[in-house]
């Protein structure tokens, strides 16, 4: 999940370098913390939150075929 997330993010931004994913693992949860560019964070935000909500729903998709639950932080 964390290679989907990374391929996603890496689309969606110009400055590669400065994507930088941490995860932590809980008993049933995966939490994500996605930090980008300053410049860039509206990109990975977009107009109302809607690519956010669509990283987010493509996450949550991903987790439950494992039967997990994920959480994506944006920073």
């Not at 996603?8 to 994913?21: F, G, R």
Request: charged share 30%.
């Amino acid at each position: 999940m964390k290679a989907l997330l990374e391929y996603i993010a890496l689309s969606l931004v110009d400055n590669h370098e400065a994507v930088h994913i941490k995860e932590r693992v809980g008993r049933f949860t995966v939490t994500y913390e996605l930090s980008v560019a300053s410049d860039e964070t509206g990109k990975v935000i977009g107009r109302s939150g809607r690519v956010a909500k669509a990283i987010r729903d493509l996450m949550g998709v991903a987790a439950a075929r494992q039967n997990k639950r994920v959480h994506v932080d944006i920073e």
